[in-house]
Structures are given as C-alpha cells and as structure tokens.
C-alpha cells in the first residue's frame, strides 16, 4: 500500500484527535456547546465550499435530496457535536476520546436492531469486549461506585448513538452523492440546526481572541473540512477497511494533546479502558460479512 496512504491515516487520527482539544479550549473560554457545533459546521462548510469552487465541482443542488440531507446532519453532525462539547464540559478530552471510540459497535447494534444486520459470534464477543472497556472507564469500585460523571458519561455515549444512526441514514438518505455534495449538504443542515439552537440558547461568541479564532479554524476547516478529504481518499485510493482503521488511533492522539497541552491526568482505567474498547471494535468489525454491517464500517467516527 502506498506510503501516502500511511501518512494521511496519520494526519487524519492527529486532526481528529485534536478535534477533542479545540472543544475543551473554546468550552474554557466560556462558549456554549450549541455555539461550538454551530461555528464548527460552518467553518468547515466555508472550506468545502472554496475547496469546491475552486475544483469546479458541481453542486447539483437538484440532485441532493434535501430533506435527507437535513435529517443526517442533525442527526451525524449537529447533535452528536453538541453532546460532545457539553460532555467536555464534565469529562476530559481524553476519556470522551476513548468513549467515542465505541462509535463502530454502536453502528452494529443500530445496523442489528433497525436495519436488519446481522453478525458473527466473533463480532459479538467484540461487542462485549467494548462493553468490559466502558465499565472500566466507568471505574467502578465499593467505594465510590462510580468516579466518571455520569452526566458526561451518558451525553458522550448518546453521541456516539446519533454516530451510529447517523451513518446508517446516510448510506440511504444520501446514496449516489459525491464526497464533496454530502459534505456541502450535510454541514449546511448541522450549520443551520445548531446556529438556530444557539441564537436562542447561548450568548454570542467573541472570536477576537486567538485561542478561539484558532480553536476553531482547527475544528472547523481542519476537523470537519480537511478531514472528509483525507478520509475519502483513503477510501479511494486504498479501501473502506484501511480508511475505518482511523478509529483506533484517535483515542491514543487525544491522549497525546492533552496530556502535553492540557497538562490531563491520563490514568490505569482510561489506558486499560482504551485497550478493551479498540481491541473489542477492532474484533467486532475484523470480518464483516456482505450485509449492511460491512457497510457500516465505511463511515464510522467521522465527528469528534
């Protein structure tokens, strides 16, 4: 496989590992998780549109089917974002890494209950496998029963469901569209879905400061814009499978840029947790059959 493969898997997994940094450094300057989401979806729309005026790619605005593609960004980008920034609010950029990496079973047991997949005795055990992850993440012991914030914990994990109804929409929602019309379609919707939410909800951001201004040109242009571009390549030019293999490495970016710029604790059940939850994800989608199980792989983790 070529090495290029190798080097946008890495830029991709450090983009989106410092996709879970940019949300606690705006969080700290005092914006609200809506405002967050909102500002992210349209800074990346912003560069996908010059990106597409300037490749001359069509927009075919008859072809996109509008009312799916509003669905699949509030469901995929515009409230899994804003769950995601309001659990930073409660968990560290680090922990709400590693849970989003339970993005994939999620996709399975969406894909199990609503779609009509099904899956292996291994894919099960991988499952499961996640699952001991979370409860060490959770850690739980006599003492205190339970030292993650439940709130946090719980909103983290809800975003990762909307991950994986998400993905399953989008495969029959917006099925025939290029990569650059779903992207432009989708950051539309989770544009206007979360700047509305935020009108009402929170107060105006201030983007004079550079931390913010920053932050959110690494979210925004970088998280949900350069992003797309490498993950569809990989997809491209090497296959589904290689590109979904990105989701083992976020977590361990996350880590890595909190702990050296945000000076986070990375503790034994975040480390062991992490080990379970990848290991389990990565047993859970090793040998996807035909089915649309295979399928949900392609679009795993797309949003931190």
Same mark, same amino acid.
């Given at each position: %496989?070529?090495?290029?493969? !190798?080097?946008?898997?890495?830029?991709?997994?450090?983009?989106?590992?410092?996709?879970?940094?940019?949300?606690?450094?705006?969080?700290?300057?005092?914006?609200?998780?809506?405002?967050?989401?909102?500002?992210?979806?349209?800074?990346?729309?912003?560069?996908?549109?010059?990106?597409?005026? *300037?490749?001359?790619?069509?927009?075919?605005?008859?072809?996109?089917?509008?009312?799916?593609?509003?669905?699949?960004?509030?469901?995929?980008?515009?409230?899994?974002?804003?769950?995601?920034? +309001?659990?930073?609010?409660?968990?560290?950029?680090?922990?709400?890494?590693?849970?989003?990496?339970?993005?994939?079973?999620?996709?399975?047991? =969406?894909?199990?209950?609503?779609? &009509? #997949?099904?899956?292996?005795? %291994?894919?099960?055990?991988?499952?499961?496998?996640? +699952?001991?992850?979370?409860?060490?993440?959770?850690?739980?012991?006599?003492?205190?029963?339970?030292?993650?914030?439940?709130? @946090? +914990? =719980?909103? %983290?994990?809800?975003?990762?469901?909307? $991950?994986?109804?998400?993905?399953?929409?989008?495969?029959?929602?917006?099925?025939?569209?290029?990569?650059?019309? %779903?992207?432009?379609?989708?950051?539309? &919707? #989770?544009?206007?879905?979360? @700047?509305?939410?935020? *009108?009402?909800?929170?107060?105006?951001?201030?983007?004079?400061?550079?931390?913010?201004? @920053?932050?959110?040109? @690494?979210?925004?242009?970088?998280?949900?814009?350069?992003? !797309?571009?490498?993950?569809? $390549?990989?997809?491209?030019?090497?296959?589904?499978?290689?590109?979904?293999? *990105?989701?083992?490495?976020?977590?361990?970016?996350?880590?890595?840029?909190? $702990?050296?710029?945000?000076?986070?604790?990375?503790?034994?059940?975040?480390?062991?947790?992490?080990?379970?939850?990848?290991?389990?994800?990565?047993?859970?989608?090793?040998?996807? &059959?035909?089915?649309?199980?295979?399928?949900?792989?392609?679009?795993?983790?797309?949003?931190?």
């Amino acid at each position: %496989m070529a090495r290029s493969l !190798y080097v946008a898997l890495i830029l991709l997994s450090l983009i989106w590992g410092g996709s879970f940094l940019f949300i606690k450094v705006l969080l700290q300057h005092a914006l609200g998780p809506w405002t967050i989401a909102s500002l992210r979806s349209l800074f990346g729309l912003v560069f996908i549109l010059l990106i597409m005026l *300037v490749l001359r790619k069509p927009f075919s605005f008859k072809q996109i089917s509008w009312g799916g593609a509003v669905i699949v960004s509030l469901v995929n980008m515009a409230l899994p974002w804003g769950l995601i920034a +309001f659990s930073e609010t409660r968990l560290t950029s680090s922990m709400a890494s590693v849970l989003n990496a339970t993005t994939p079973v999620w996709t399975m047991l =969406v894909g199990l209950l609503f779609f &009509g #997949a099904s899956f292996t005795r %291994m894919q099960w055990a991988g499952m499961l496998t996640a +699952f001991a992850g979370i409860i060490v993440l959770l850690g739980i012991n006599p003492v205190t029963m339970i030292s993650v914030d439940p709130v @946090g +914990f =719980v909103c %983290m994990l809800g975003a990762t469901l909307c $991950y994986g109804v998400g993905t399953q929409l989008s495969r029959r929602l917006l099925g025939g569209l290029s990569m650059y019309q %779903m992207t432009f379609a989708t950051l539309l &919707g #989770a544009a206007a879905g979360s @700047g509305l939410i935020a *009108v009402f909800t929170e107060k105006a951001p201030d983007l004079s400061e550079p931390a913010v201004l @920053g932050s959110f040109i @690494g979210l925004g242009i970088f998280g949900s814009g350069v992003a !797309y571009i490498l993950f569809n $390549y990989m997809i491209m030019k090497g296959s589904p499978e290689f590109a979904t293999s *990105v989701t083992y490495l976020v977590p361990a970016s996350a880590m890595i840029w909190g $702990y050296t710029l945000l000076g986070e604790h990375i503790g034994w059940n975040l480390l062991v947790g992490l080990v379970l939850i990848l290991g389990g994800v990565f047993v859970a989608n090793r040998k996807m &059959g035909t089915n649309s199980g295979t399928k949900a792989g392609k679009r795993a983790d797309l949003q931190s």
